[in-house]
């Protein structure tokens, strides 16, 4: 279940949640405005380089506790 950003047009509150396949839009938990705009996530953003590897492996060598290396 993705979790996503959103802001509310109506009141600018910015939260984020979890959204399940099977809900619709969520309401803003401060007016409760169904008209919101979904922000694009950090978690969704390519790494830097374009590679696959998430933005930590990218200091080279293993990074930390999976030993994965990418460059």
């Known amino acids: 279940m993705p979790i996503y950003g959103y802001e509310c047009k109506e009141c600018g509150h910015q939260f984020q949640t979890l959204v399940r396949s099977s809900e619709k839009t969520p309401a803003c938990p401060s007016c409760e405005s169904k008209d919101l705009t979904r922000q694009l996530s950090l978690i969704a953003a390519p790494a830097k380089g374009g590679s ?19 460059n």
């Open 52 to 70: 696959d590897a998430p933005a930590a492996c990218e200091m080279g060598g293993g990074c930390g506790p999976c030993g994965c290396r990418f």
